[in-house]
């Protein structure tokens, strides 16, 4: 197999993610354009080889294995915030919080609910990210997505989205999107930006290891009782519960935090634990909101007799 130029080998991913946890990829490369994106999706179809896509980590958990095929991680062009009059186009690399904070000083409204999520553009779409009722499919105009046969404009409509859902597959990378936002006033939006941050901090921990929600709110309410993972968590004592390095938050019990040297294995144990706990207290089955790349093995537990 002749390996492009721009591939490299062994490529430890733990630090691109924000649990700093997993191990390395086979193959990773930092594709700077929308032609040498699709050049290497294409290259890797005709060799067979899995495609893993990483934003900014910031919901994704790594396999301890690492992964078995070829990581990508945009940059350059397809990381660039750019402004066309009232549309905004970000390549799928950009971080959502400096996009946010960019188009504010420009006097543009509609993005502000990214000021805190520490993901990117790319990876809020594939995830339908979503803060404080701001909805991205509200502003966003259209994505390109890249796969090994090109590039291919798609509208919201054509995204499947869902809570924390689109139907994006593996292999199909978010290149660049457009967002259609409004004139509004720089003051008055920076002063919405800071009372959004204020509110985060109150609400969540910070400066910790973390991947955010670890699971999804449930949308099994008889037994739920309209309670999110986080108060399920917290209620059925999992608030502070640790295993080998990995801790659910005592701010936050929806939030596993790396308190030292986690491993995923010990990330997906407390996961199973947690569960279970929420399972025996409440008969809610959570199902996890943060992705997984790699050969990941659930600990024995981790199914539930839901019969
Ligand atoms: C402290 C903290 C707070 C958070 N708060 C929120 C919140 O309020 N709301 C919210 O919705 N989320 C929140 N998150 C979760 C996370 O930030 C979002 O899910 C974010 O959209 C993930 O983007 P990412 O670039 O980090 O993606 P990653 O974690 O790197 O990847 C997530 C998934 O997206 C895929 N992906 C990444 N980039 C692309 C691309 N260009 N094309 C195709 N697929 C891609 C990956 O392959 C993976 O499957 C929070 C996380 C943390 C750590």
Redesign the pocket.
């Known amino acids: 197999m002749d390996t492009p130029a721009n591939v490299e080998p062994d490529f430890p991913l733990a630090r691109l993610t924000?649990v700093r946890a997993g191990g390395p990829a086979d193959l990773f490369a930092r594709p700077a354009s929308d032609a040498e994106l699709v050049e290497l999706l294409s290259w890797a179809a005709g060799e067979e080889i899995d495609i893993?896509?990483?934003?900014?980590?910031?919901?994704?958990l790594i396999s301890d294995d690492g992964f078995r095929g070829l990581v990508l991680k945009?940059d350059g062009d397809l990381a660039s915030v750019e402004r066309e009059g009232t549309r905004v186009v970000c390549g799928?690399?950009a971080r959502l919080p400096s996009a946010t904070a960019k188009v504010a000083r420009w006097g543009l409204t509609g993005l502000e609910f990214g000021i805190?999520?520490?993901?990117?553009v790319?990876?809020?779409?594939?995830?339908n990210?979503?803060?404080y009722g701001g909805e991205l499919g509200r502003v966003l105009e259209w994505v390109d997505v890249c796969t090994a046969a090109g590039a291919e404009r798609r509208e919201p409509d054509q995204l499947g989205f869902a809570y924390?859902r689109s139907n994006?597959k593996p292999g199909?990378?978010?290149?660049r999107a457009s967002f259609q936002l409004a004139e509004g006033d720089v003051d008055e939006i920076k002063a919405t930006l800071a009372g959004m941050r204020d509110q985060r901090r109150e609400a969540?921990p910070s400066g910790i290891k973390?991947?955010?929600?670890t699971f999804k709110n449930p949308d099994d309410d008889e037994r739920a009782g309209g309670r999110t993972a986080g108060q399920l968590l917290e209620a059925a004592g999992c608030r502070g519960l640790q295993v080998g390095g990995a801790r659910f938050s005592d701010k936050h019990a929806n939030f596993v935090e790396n308190a030292g040297d986690a491993t995923t294995a010990d990330v997906l144990a407390l996961m199973a634990d947690g569960r279970r706990r929420v399972h025996e207290r409440f008969g809610v089955v959570l199902e996890p909101e943060v992705?997984l790349?790699g050969d990941v093995s659930w600990p024995d537990g981790w199914e539930l007799d839901t019969a």
Do not use: K
Request: net charge positive; charged share 10%.
């Open positions: 924000t893993g896509v990483v934003g900014s980590g910031s919901n994704l945009l799928g690399g805190n999520i520490p993901g990117t790319g990876g809020a779409v594939r995830m990210a979503n803060a924390r994006l199909e990378v978010v290149s969540q973390t991947f955010g929600s992705q790349l």
